[in-house]
């Protein structure tokens, strides 16, 4: 059975100390998860850090791991950022978390220009705090010991400015005229999914976009919701 993860932000162990856990981790892991004295759990910070061990004492908001094992795992070779169109119900949400479950780097909310959902300066700050719970959970629920990061919401102009920052930047577009397959991809590389809303990507943005060094690709014949698009692609580039 593979140890379940609880997160602590400031997460310092060696082999043979112990580490407390409290607050609602503590709390889901005792009273949720039912924890109990010698079973195998394992802490990470979300940066990489990964502690295993096996439960030493257990109370109501408290729970104390005996550490067997510290590892500092290396960020991976592709440094994968969805650039997520914001789209109307939960389906950008969606993406972010199955995204997150396949191992994405990062996340950037977009403000496309047909997105039906928009984030003003007051909706930002719960919006972006919500995205970020979700990439939590699912990073936790993968065991990952690199949790994405949420970075703030971007408009085209910011998007277009912020390319030079990838070795690659991909745009999921049905018009694209080169196929995923065919994109040469580098064993290690900082990679920008770019995912239009529901309307797709207007004609204007793919201008700019493809001017500032982007290439516009296509999945094939079908075509897929935002909501899975960028998970596909994820998959498919870790797996090659």
Not at 32 to 46: D, I, Y
Not at 146 to 157: D, G
Not at 185 to 201: C, D
């Amino acid at each position: 059975m593979v140890e379940p993860l609880f997160y602590k932000e400031y997460l310092q162990a060696t082999v043979g100390s112990v580490v407390t856990l409290t607050g609602p981790e503590a709390k889901h892991a005792v009273s949720v998860r039912r924890m109990q004295t010698g079973e195998a759990v394992q802490l990470t910070n979300g940066l990489g850090l990964r502690v295993k061990g096996t439960v030493s004492a257990t109370s109501s908001s408290s729970l104390e791991l005996k550490v067997s094992e510290v590892i500092s795992e290396s960020k991976p070779d592709l440094e994968i950022t969805l650039v997520q169109a914001l789209a109307k119900g939960d389906r950008d949400e969606l993406a972010i978390q199955a995204a997150t479950e396949l191992g994405v780097f990062s996340v950037i909310p977009w403000q496309a220009a047909r997105s039906i959902s928009r984030w003003d300066s007051v909706k930002e700050v719960k919006a972006r705090a919500r995205w970020q719970q979700i990439v939590n959970e699912a990073g936790k629920q993968s065991l990952r010991a690199f949790w994405p990061e949420v970075k703030p919401s971007v408009s085209t102009v910011d998007l277009v400015r912020a390319l030079g920052e990838f070795d690659l930047v991909l745009v999921l577009d049905v018009t694209g005229s080169q196929a995923l397959s065919a994109v040469k991809v580098p064993k290690q590389a900082s990679i920008a999914i770019v995912v239009g809303p529901e309307g797709g990507i207007a004609s204007d943005e793919l201008e700019v976009l493809a001017g500032a060094g982007a290439q516009l690709v296509t999945l094939g014949a079908n075509v897929l919701r935002t909501s899975t698009a960028g998970p596909a692609v994820i998959a498919a580039l870790t797996l090659r």
